[in-house]
Antibody, heavy 125, light 108 residues
């Protein structure tokens, strides 16, 4: 059974940092890209960042580029999202999701077929 | 930046057909995916590559994409289909995933 489990969220002050983790199981981790999508309370889905199966390709939304960093360790079946210089507007439920393929053959997201339950990040003083 | 536009809400009677549209410049030249999200739950992929269904998604959900509009069609709508639906595509120009604003489907 494919499972994705997010952790590392919480309450942080503006300007602070957090590190989110996405631990995966139930599939060959290296064969799939992973993406982060967030959802502010009562709002729609917003894509944040993604990383290819081998970690060689990364993408970021314009709103987080330069502040967030995505990485993965395939020996640990884990993807991380480092969140720096956090703002109130970053408050959201953060989901990690598996892409349908690795991106190595075609570096374009192609639908996110499994999602975690999400982890809440609250930026407030 | 690339934008996808969806109607905020669509209503349908049980057993009827619901159509949810998603508009974007030359969207038909890209692949569109659709996600269903019920309250308090994570999104679920229901359509990818315009018209393909993942395993486990019922055949009454279908998709199309041409010109500037992608459409999710739900035939024989059931109460269990009541949810928020989001379209999504990839914009190669900005190397960004783009989501539509979402459509709340109400089954009256």
């Amino acid at each position: 059974e494919v499972q994705l489990l997010e952790s590392g969220g919480g309450l942080v002050q503006p300007g602070g940092s957090l590190r989110l983790s996405c631990s995966a199981s139930g599939f060959t981790f290296t064969k799939f890209a992973v993406t982060w999508v967030r959802q502010a309370p009562g709002k729609g889905l917003e894509w944040v960042s993604g990383i290819s199966g081998n970690g060689g390709i990364t993408y970021y939304a314009k709103t987080v580029k330069g502040r967030f960093t995505i990485s993965r360790d395939n020996s640990k079946n884990t993807v991380w999202l480092n969140l720096d210089s956090l703002r109130a507007g970053d408050t959201a439920l953060y989901y990690c999701a598996r892409d349908r393929h690795s991106w190595e053959a075609a570096p374009e997201p192609d639908g996110f077929d499994f999602w975690g339950q999400g982890i809440l990040v609250t930026v407030s003083s | 930046s690339y934008e996808l536009t969806q109607p905020p809400s669509v209503s349908v009677s049980p057993g009827q057909t619901a159509s949810i549209t998603c508009s974007g410049d030359k969207l038909g030249d890209k692949f569109a995916s659709w996600y269903q999200q019920k309250p308090g739950q994570s999104p679920v992929l229901v359509i990818y590559q315009d018209n393909k269904r993942p395993s486990g998604i019922p055949g009454r959900l279908s998709g199309s994409n041409s010109g500037n509009t992608a459409t999710l069609t739900i035939s024989g709508t059931q109460a269990m289909d009541e949810a928020d639906y989001y379209c999504q595509t990839w914009d190669t120009t900005t190397a960004s995933v783009v989501f539509g604003g979402g459509t709340k489907l109400t089954v009256l």
